[in-house]
């Protein structure tokens, strides 16, 4: 079984640029999620999909972020305009049945 | 509000030098509890959900205890190759996400 895959991997960019980053969850799963993990801290919810509708984007600073996910399937996490602050590690999870996540490898990101 | 406390922060064990992490937690209405490994540079690797106090599970040198405060991941003769991460995490009845915490970084040493 395929796990979930994340792209891509690293990125640096300047503050106030954009970023996109990309997910493509384990085939058949319905729930995907988004986590922001800071060094040193645990992973942090920002959005959730059921199929390709949002279930909680509750702490998604909207001001700058966005998501979608495409026919219920790939999903893109947005910034623009990106801060200092939101360098992190962007993890991409799914979930057959809204329980147990399965973590992509995450995208590095270094804003300068 | 969901709360997860993880003990230590961090733990230096000589190789089979046994010890156990704490994760004590505060929810509405528990819907279950996980632990999660993390290597360096990768994503959460699921290792136990517990559902209710008294719950026990086992994975070779892993054991994962449940009450109603608090969660324990005991370590038997640890391993160099169990240097990592490890995450606590709850679910609250109704939610489908994880509210983690901060994790205890294992090193083990040969």
């Known amino acids: 079984e395929a796990g979930v895959a994340q792209s891509p991997r690293y990125k640096i960019i300047e503050k106030r640029q954009s970023v996109a980053f990309w997910c493509n969850p384990i085939s058949g799963h319905a729930t995907l999620y988004w986590y922001q993990q800071i060094l040193g801290q645990g992973p942090k919810l920002l959005i959730q999909f059921q199929n390709n509708g949002v279930v909680d984007d509750s702490q998604l600073p909207k001001d700058r972020f966005s998501a979608e996910r495409l026919k219920g399937v790939d999903s893109t996490l947005k910034i623009q305009p990106a801060k200092l602050e939101d360098s992190a590690v962007y993890l991409c999870a799914s979930s057959l049945d809204g329980f147990r996540h399965y973590f992509g490898p995450g995208t590095r990101l270094t804003v300068t | 509000e969901d709360q997860v406390t993880q003990s230590p922060e961090a733990l230096r064990l000589q190789e089979g030098e046994s010890s156990s992490l704490n994760c004590s937690y505060t929810?509405?209405?528990?819907?279950?509890l996980f632990w999660y490994r993390q290597d360096p540079g990768k994503g959460p690797e699921f290792l136990f959900t517990?559902?209710?106090a008294g719950e026990e599970k086992e994975k070779e040198r892993l054991k994962a205890t449940l009450t109603k405060k608090e969660s324990f991941l005991h370590i038997t003769a640890p391993k160099p190759e169990d240097s990592a991460t490890y995450l606590c995490a709850v679910q609250h009845t109704g939610a489908n996400n994880l509210f983690f915490g901060t994790g205890t970084r294992l090193t083990v040493i040969p």
């Open positions: 929810v509405s209405g528990l819907r279950g």
């Open positions: 517990l559902y209710s």
